[in-house]
């Protein structure tokens, strides 16, 4: 995965502040795998996360009356590797994560 240094810069500031970086853990243990997700109320930074890097947005909250709906980004396995060495060195609060998840492979 190659990204613009804006485009890396701007997608580890959303995984900073909005994003998950985990171990996908099955029964198995060669099916473990990376996972990065991203859950927010405004679609359109989702949105934005699958036209210049992939993955797929779902609506994963339908919300009520009194709450808007979420909206979740997810990027599994390669591609997620591929997306956490990219924007590995502009990586703050989520760093230390995305080393283990990187070392674990």
């Not at 339908?62 to 502009?90: K, M, Q």
């Amino acid at each position: 995965m190659v990204l613009t240094p804006e485009v890396a810069g701007y997608a580890a500031g959303i995984l900073d502040g909005e994003g998950t970086v985990t171990l996908n853990l099955r029964k198995t243990p060669h099916s473990t795998d990376a996972l990065v997700t991203v859950s927010n109320t405004d679609e359109r930074m989702l949105q934005w996360l699958q036209l210049h890097i992939g993955g797929s947005v779902v609506l994963s909250n339908r919300g009520t009356e009194r709450l808007r709906p979420v909206w979740c980004w997810r990027l599994y396995s390669i591609n997620a590797r591929r997306l956490l060495r990219a924007v590995l060195p502009f990586l703050v609060v989520k760093r230390e994560r995305a080393e283990l998840v990187l070392a674990f492979h």
